[in-house]
């Protein structure tokens, strides 16, 4: 699909804004999902004017990652261009990835008796976070010989880069995450699992230790969960794809590191979805395509916090008006998954999807929720194929053929 549609593609002066609520698709909780709860006017009353449905991120049945989520949003098949979430945390976060590197998330986590009590370790505040990896750092800046790099991100998350004395193969990174995903059991032994990534493996679990005896005494991130284990991909650009310049506004940083990845200019930002947006209103005449992330409807979805994450979403409608006050040429606002509240964590679940622009059908749905999207004119399609329709109605795609 992405071949084909750089072939077509041609440029104009539009400007195409995607809004992504992380998480946004939920289920029926007394009834109704956290969208269908919500009080959301704005965008009900976008919905009646767009051309909605849901997307499938990688495949029915298939549970994503945000990686492959938004991957797929921008148009790269997440099947070929499999990317971990450490070069993602690592890009986002300042490091620069080269060809000798293994780059890998961490949560911070509480353990006690051998067993994990709290995978994200309480939420600890970033301030408290950024102390303790300084910690690490110093106390941990080389294992056998490769040089360890730690960088501090949001709350519980940082990211570990191992530079290793020689280039890696694209396998060496084949090690399965340390974190089990559920708490009452035991942490997993890094496991390499081809040839190249038996060398990384046992570094990784030294690393593990070393981690461990560090924050054995504090009272919750006394220990780190691993995840995301990555060397530095080939992957073509958006410009080289689509001939398109852009904007990534994030304040977490693997969705920064995911919007670098693809050649997206992605600064480091920090505060509010209203500051977001005042950052898309400062910068709306130097980009053609702009990425807007809104992260907290997903983390109150992975809690379980079905009012906040209700709470969260109708934050979002009410400064929505900002946004069309910009008067994008196409307005798209999805997510990069569904993360229902019952569930505490990502699902299979179709994402609702809306598409603002003139030249969509519309008048089919009265709402934006997972129910009314059934009924618009986008059915129910495959992630990759929201990047051409937006260039679509953007008119930047020529006809395919005589």
């Not at 041609?10 to 909780?29: A, R, T």
């Not at 979430?85 to 300042?94: P, Q, V, Y």
């Amino acid at each position: 699909m992405q071949k084909l549609v750089k072939g077509l593609s041609q440029n104009n002066s539009s400007k195409i804004v995607l809004v992504v609520l992380d998480g946004l698709g939920g289920l029926p909780v007394n009834g109704k999902t956290e969208l269908e709860t919500a009080n959301t006017p704005n965008m009900n009353r976008l919905a009646d004017l767009s051309a909605c449905g849901l997307h499938t991120p990688v495949a029915t049945g298939i549970t994503p990652g945000s990686g492959p989520g938004h991957l797929s949003l921008f148009g790269y098949d997440p099947l070929e261009f499999q990317i971990g979430r450490g070069i993602l945390e690592a890009l986002g976060l300042g490091l620069e990835v080269k060809r000798t590197d293994i780059a890998l998330r961490c949560n911070y986590s509480t353990i006690k008796d051998g067993l994990i009590t709290d995978r994200r370790a309480g939420r600890i505040p970033t301030d408290q976070s950024k102390k303790l990896t300084e910690r690490l750092q110093k106390e941990i800046p080389s294992i056998d010989g490769v040089q360890i790099t730690f960088a501090a991100g949001m709350e519980h998350r940082f990211a570990v880069l191992m530079r290793f004395p020689h280039d890696l193969e694209k396998d060496a990174a084949n090690i399965p995450d340390t974190d089990p995903q559920k708490e009452g059991k035991a942490p997993l032994k890094p496991q390499g699992l081809s040839k190249n990534a038996e060398e990384v493996a046992a570094v990784a679990e030294k690393l593990a230790g070393r981690i461990g005896d560090v924050l054995k005494n504090e009272e919750k991130a006394n220990y780190a969960l691993m995840r995301g284990f990555s060397v530095m991909p080939d992957i073509p650009t958006i410009e080289q794809a689509y001939g398109m310049s852009s904007l990534a506004i994030a304040t977490y940083p693997m969705y920064r590191g995911l919007a670098k990845l693809v050649g997206m200019y992605a600064p480091e930002l920090t505060g509010t979805v209203e500051d977001e947006i005042a950052f898309l209103k400062e910068n709306f005449d130097k980009y053609d395509f702009f990425f807007l992330h809104v992260k907290k409807v997903d983390s109150y979805g992975e809690d379980g916090n079905f009012e906040e994450k209700v709470k969260r979403i109708e934050e979002f409608d009410a400064l929505l008006p900002k946004i069309e006050a910009l008067n994008p040429d196409v307005l798209a606002i999805t997510g990069d998954h569904s993360t229902p509240a019952v569930m505490k964590g990502h699902s299979w679940h179709p994402v609702p999807v809306l598409i603002r622009s003139q030249y969509v059908l519309g008048g089919l749905c009265t709402a934006f929720s997972e129910r009314e999207c059934t009924k618009g004119e986008l059915g129910i399609f495959p992630t990759i194929h929201l990047m051409p329709l937006m260039m679509a109605n953007s008119l930047r795609l020529k006809k395919f053929g005589a």
